[in-house]
């Protein structure tokens, strides 16, 4: 069997392009690996679900009997222990645990200490 003498060249042009596109495509195209989509779908989903369940932390908190007492203690707090403050109360709880989330706890201290905007 006889091979054109321009097969060679052709081969090694497709794999170079080919290498060419991978690595343009990984480092400027935004492609990314299974696993890498994996991780950020779960990291987004998290995010998203601290973003959802912040306000009704921040309900709960303002809403327990001795709120204006809690609000003074978290007022007193240093930053680093504010979040604390809110766990000890226990609703900084992702649905499903028992455990305290200390993300949901970091955003609803957040907007426990955010000013009132006025409403229209």
Partial sequence: ?????????MIW???IGAAACAILGFT???????????????????NATVVAL???????FRAQGDAPAKMAELAKA???????V??????????GTKSNDSDIARACVELLLAPATPKS
């Fill in 78 to 84: 240093s930053t680093w222990e504010r979040t604390t």
């Fill in 13 to 15: 042009g497709a794999v």
């Fill in 86 to 95: 809110v766990e000890k109360s226990g609703f900084a709880v992702m649905p």
């Fill in 1 to 9: 069997m006889n091979i054109p003498k321009d097969t060679k060249p």
């Fill in 54 to 60: 912040a306000p009704f932390c921040a309900e709960r």
């Fill in 28 to 46: 400027w195209g935004g492609w990314v690996t299974g696993a890498t989509a994996r991780k950020d779908a779960g990291v987004a989903a998290h």
